[in-house]
T-cell receptor, first 116, second 107 residues
Framework: GAGVSQTPSNKVTEKGKYVELRCDPI?????LYWYRQSLGQGPEFLIY????????DSGLPNDRFFAVRPEGSVSTLKIQRTERGDSAVYLC??????????????FGEGSRLTVL | AQRVTQPEKLLSVFKGAPVELKCNYS??????LFWYVQYSRQRLQLLLR?????SIKGFTADLNKGETSFHLKKPFAQEEDSAMYYC?????????WGAGTKLIIKP
């Protein structure tokens, strides 16, 4: 596809369950980012991949959150033992390189997670 | 600490009126700043960046280091400008975002 694709678009789960959110970036983009956006707030950085490796995971809130990008393309954000406070829109973005000088990130439509 | 503040959660103006969306930042050094926009039912996208000094869709933004501001302006608002607008500041590999301003253009 032409843009960043995220699945599922909506996920409702129960507290304590495990969730996986998938991101398929624009082909050829080496940099991939996960952000989380709560209602009424701007996106909050979670993790950044350059190729297959997590170059910066300083935004992951705790060890229940984990993300992988095994082949340097598709990425999966994994949340264990979900809590109600994890409810948010999870945004994935990609860019052609790691440099943020251009500031242009290409975003997906997001995955809305609701934890009951 | 680096921070971006957008003081207005909501801004409502009439079509044809001037628009100014406020953004203030805290940063030591020469910042690069960006405005992103999210139209209804669309994804977040880059509107303009400070470094290019461009005008996109009639919008401009000037970096004022003295006031640490990067306000977004348009002289004559159009209905299609209604959207969420976010100001953002790079920090290493991430962007620091403001909370956003919802712009409503009234006909």
């Amino acid at each position: 596809g032409a843009g960043v694709s995220q699945t599922p678009s909506n996920k409702v789960t129960e507290k304590g369950k495990y969730v996986e959110l998938r991101c398929d970036p624009i082909s050829g983009h080496t940099a991939l980012y996960w952000y989380r956006q709560s209602l009424g707030q701007g996106p909050e950085f979670l993790i950044y991949f350059q190729g297959t490796g997590a170059a910066d995971d300083s935004g992951l809130p705790n060890d229940r959150f984990f993300a992988v990008r095994p082949e340097g393309s598709v990425s999966t954000l994994k949340i264990q033992r979900t809590e109600r406070g994890d409810s948010a829109v999870y945004l994935c973005a990609s860019s052609p390189s790691s440099a943020l000088g251009t500031g242009e990130l290409f975003f997906g439509e997001g995955s809305r997670l609701t934890v009951l | 600490a680096q921070r971006v503040t957008q003081p207005e959660k909501l801004l409502s103006v009439f079509k044809g009126a001037p628009v100014e969306l406020k953004c203030n930042y805290s940063y030591s050094g020469s910042p690069e700043l960006f405005w992103y926009v999210q139209y209804s039912r669309q994804r977040l996208q880059l509107l303009l960046r400070h470094i290019s000094r461009e005008s996109i869709k009639g919008f401009t933004a000037d970096l004022n280091k003295g006031e640490t501001s990067f306000h977004l302006k348009k002289p004559f608002a159009q209905e299609e400008d209604s959207a969420m607008y976010y100001c953002a500041l790079p920090k290493r590999y991430q962007l620091i975002w403001g909370a956003g301003t919802k712009l409503i253009i009234k006909p």
